[in-house]
């Protein structure tokens, strides 16, 4: 039984692109202050809206670019609720995944069976959009430790209160980071059609949209940590499949549940970090999930 | 006309409330200018106004001369007004330069930034660190950091929102040191607060608010502190009567009270011995174990055994419960949230520590029409202005809830009553009202330990005092000829502050 380490890093880095980027948008969203349970629905919907645009166009580039659109236009559903009717950003961020599941299983029947255009090759034999996504990480940590804009939406996440009384829009900042966590889980969804299963089917994200919301908490808000997270879910896929396909004699089903139990066994540690070890409080930022309402 | 700031005719009205009404008053170049009134006085939405936060319904505002309608506080800053709060609005994972450049319109790059704030702290003699983090910082050196974000803009008019509330008198003291500074240097300074006496010594002059509207404005040497509080209440201040407390036999024996201390502060080796019919004021800059020494006393932490004595009975080990069955009451600090439960009715909150004393539950139900009754007797006996005992705790104004919740434990009879903080927040009418009941309940011959920050406040109520330092506790002082100064050193002086030397 040979397992070839460099081919299992190249599928690792396709298995962790959907998560890197649904995580990663996730990330911006919560240090902005707002916890948007939605990403299952955000990234299923991506991945059916990019599979449509490509297949009707041919080009998965716009098949992307459609679903980044569909994720950041159903995430405002998301703003609306939460950052203008102040609903309870859990309830709703759940309500926005059944939404998301429930109304691309209907949208989605017509195209079941039908198949993806050829994905854009890159540089090294990787495509653009992994290249993309490994690119996107030291932007958004570049983004939020050095820019001003980055301490501004920081700044919120921490205290909304102050960031009010020092005169920034609370609510802006946070409807903006909502509509780019949208995004990039769109388009994240849309890898899982259009480059990884090449074609649609109900529910094929599976579960994609949770790991992402947990990695953002094994990185403890970290862009790198979302990347290492990334790999590591990635890495474990691989893994069980290259198992699976070696005939090891382990039930399939408990490699099929590597993954996410390797995802359940990190947090348990990071939070056992957090309460016995030296680091004291987390990372977190101190205003998520709170609602902010301005007395004018 | 040396005008800095100038406001005529403000108004703001809010559902049901007229916050501000027909508010003019002027601060000059050069002064410290005080602005005097009880909690709801309209202090705060005026502030407010004239930084950006709220726009006034009606009136107009001028700064240095030219007509000033803030529409957020960026604009107010770029006008030159910086404001200090109240509560700190900082950001604790950040470090202090990063605060400093949230709070400024074109900050300079990050290193830049950090030698102009070490610059600037060292010539106003408060020292920082910019690279600390905000979470690691005292509440003095927090509010450093709220000051120096403020002068790096070079503010025409400085607004200071209570912010002596978290200090030590001495550090107090610096703060007015570098005020006055500041004032020299021809800065405005608008100065809330309802401490009088700090008023009386370090301003130039005071406007006076009552129920949204202007009093009048006074130069506060000229007055006694009395004066001004009849000025500010709108009557004669009812003098506390402390006749009739004779200290007689102990009470409560706390020996050798140590907790660990998790996310708050330790006790370490807390020791002190109550008298029947005797008040122990206990003095602390907040975040000094007051608290948890609550806690520990109230049985919510339960601490080793042979530490908590009632009249000769270890109480270490029980539960909050037992201990109140056992005549052990307590009334924390936090009204909504820890004293009661903000969606209950005032009824159901009497439930959570009277429900065994006054029988109001039995045989594990509830007793409702007991439980109104009893609401009801607490809210004629303590003057509680409310529709009545189905109204929610939540509706009720901060002085009216801390007058229930401190009456639900008085009426309770205790054998010793342990209070933190019982007015804070409060404006002086009840305030008054709270400190008599205290004081009657102490010459009926309980023991009464009462926490407190506001030093005027123990001087007025205590027999004797103590100072709450870090988790440890002073030895006991009469407070009979104590001074502020005194109690100053006794909770820990000025925390490695100086003062101020020379301008930057």
Redesign the interface.
């Known amino acids: 039984m040979m397992i070839d380490p460099l081919s299992v890093f190249i599928l690792l880095l396709g298995a962790a692109t959907p998560i890197l980027f649904a995580a990663l948008g996730e990330l911006v969203v919560e240090r902005a202050g707002v916890l948007n349970l939605g990403v299952e629905g955000m990234m299923i919907t991506g991945a059916l809206a990019g599979f449509a645009a490509a297949h009707a166009s041919g080009s998965p580039a716009l098949g992307f670019i459609a679903a980044a659109v569909a994720g950041a236009a159903l995430s405002m559903t998301f703003a609306a609720l939460t950052q203008f009717l102040l609903s309870n950003q859990v309830a709703t961020g759940l309500a926005l995944t059944l939404f998301g599941l429930g109304l691309t299983a209907m949208f989605g029947k017509p195209y079941e069976g039908m198949k993806a255009p050829a994905m854009m090759p890159g540089p090294l034999g990787l495509n653009w959009m992994i290249w993309l996504g490994i690119a996107l990480v030291p932007v958004v940590w570049w983004f939020l430790s050095r820019t ?1 804009p980055g ?2 939406l ?2 919120v996440g ?2 909304h ?8 829009p609370v609510r802006r900042v946070r409807i903006l980071a909502i509509g780019f966590g949208g995004a990039l889980a769109g388009m994240g969804g849309a890898y899982i059609s259009i480059a990884t299963v090449l074609q649609w089917t109900e529910g094929m994200t599976a579960g994609a949209g949770w790991i992402a919301l947990a990695i953002v908490v094994f990185a403890q808000w970290n862009p790198w940590g979302v990347l290492a997270g990334a790999w590591l879910f990635g890495g474990v896929t691989v893994l069980q499949l290259r198992l699976q396909a070696a005939g090891v004699a382990v039930p399939v089903q408990l490699l099929s549940m590597a993954p996410y139990l390797a995802t359940i066994i990190v947090l348990v540690l990071i939070s056992a970090r957090q309460k016995f070890g030296r680091s004291g ?1 987390g ?1 977190a ?2 205003s998520l999930g709170r609602p902010f309402h301005a ?2 | 006309m040396s005008n800095v700031f100038r406001a005529e005719g403000l108004g703001k009205t ?1 559902p049901g409330v007229r916050a501000n009404d027909d508010v003019s008053f002027a601060v000059e170049a050069g002064e410290i200018h005080a602005l005097l009134g009880e909690n709801g006085a309209g202090k705060s939405t005026l502030v407010k106004m004239i930084y ?4 006034p319904d009606e009136g107009q505002m001028a700064l240095l001369g030219a007509p000033y309608a803030p529409h ?6 770029a006008a030159g007004v910086a404001m200090v ?1 109240q ?8 470090t202090v330069a ?1 605060n400093v ?3 400024m319109e074109n ?1 300079p790059p990050q290193p830049e930034l950090s030698r102009r704030i070490a610059d600037l702290s060292q010539g106003y003699g408060l020292p920082l660190n910019p690279a600390r983090r905000i ?1 690691a910082l005292s509440a003095g050196e927090r509010q450093r950091v709220e000051i120096l974000r403020c002068l790096l803009q070079n503010p025409r008019l400085l607004i200071m929102d209570e912010p002596t509330s978290v200090l030590t008198p001495q550090e107090a003291e610096i703060l007015f040191a570098t005020l006055r500074q500041l004032a020299e240097a021809g800065t405005a300074i608008l100065y809330i607060s309802h401490k009088l006496e700090e008023i009386r010594s370090h301003c130039d002059r005071a406007t006076i608010l009552r129920q949204g509207k202007v009093v009048g404005t006074v130069d506060p040497r000229a007055h006694s502190a009395r004066e001004l509080a009849a000025m500010m209440v709108g009557a004669e201040m009812r003098l506390v009567d402390r006749s009739g407390r004779k200290p007689a036999a102990p009470v409560l024996q706390v020996r050798g009270l140590s907790t660990a201390g998790g996310e708050g502060v330790a006790l370490k080796e807390v020791a002190l011995t109550l008298r029947s019919g005797e008040i122990l004021g206990i003095g602390g800059v907040a975040g000094n174990g007051q608290e948890e020494l609550l806690s520990a006393l109230s049985g919510e932490t339960p601490t080793a055994p042979g530490t908590i004595a009632l009249e000769g009975r270890d109480l270490s080990r029980a539960g909050p419960e037992a201990r109140r069955r056992a005549g052990l009451l307590a009334a924390p600090e936090d009204r909504l949230g820890h004293a009661a439960v903000p969606e209950f009715s005032l009824a159901e909150n009497t439930l959570l520590t009277a429900g065994a004393r006054q029988n109001l539950i039995r045989r594990g139900l509830i007793d409702r029409k007991a439980a109104t009754d009893f609401a009801q007797q607490v809210i004629r006996a303590f003057d509680v202005r409310t529709p009545g005992p189905d109204t929610a705790a939540g509706a009720l104004s901060g002085g009216n809830l801390q007058k229930f919740v401190i009456g639900r434990e008085v009426l309770g009879r205790p054998r010793v009553l342990v209070v933190n903080q019982p007015t804070w927040g409060v404006d002086a009418g009840a305030a008054a009202a709270i400190r008599q009941a205290l004081l009657d309940l102490a010459a009926q011959g309980a023991g009464l330990i009462v926490i407190s920050q506001d030093l005027d406040e123990l001087l007025e109520l205590s027999d004797r005092f103590c100072a709450l330092n870090q988790g440890r506790l002073s030895a006991p002082r009469p407070t009979e000829g104590l001074t502020i100064e005194e109690i100053g050193l006794m909770l820990g002086g000025a925390h490695g502050m100086e003062v101020a030397h020379v301008p930057a």
Request: glycine share 10%.
């Open positions: 001003r301490l501004i920081r700044a921490e205290n209160d102050a960031a009010h009384g020092l005169g920034y409080g990372a930022p101190a007395l004018k | 809010y950006g936060l709220v726009r957020d506080p960026r604009a107010a800053r709060f509560h700190f609005s900082l950001f604790d994972a950040m990063e450049a949230l709070g900050p979470a």
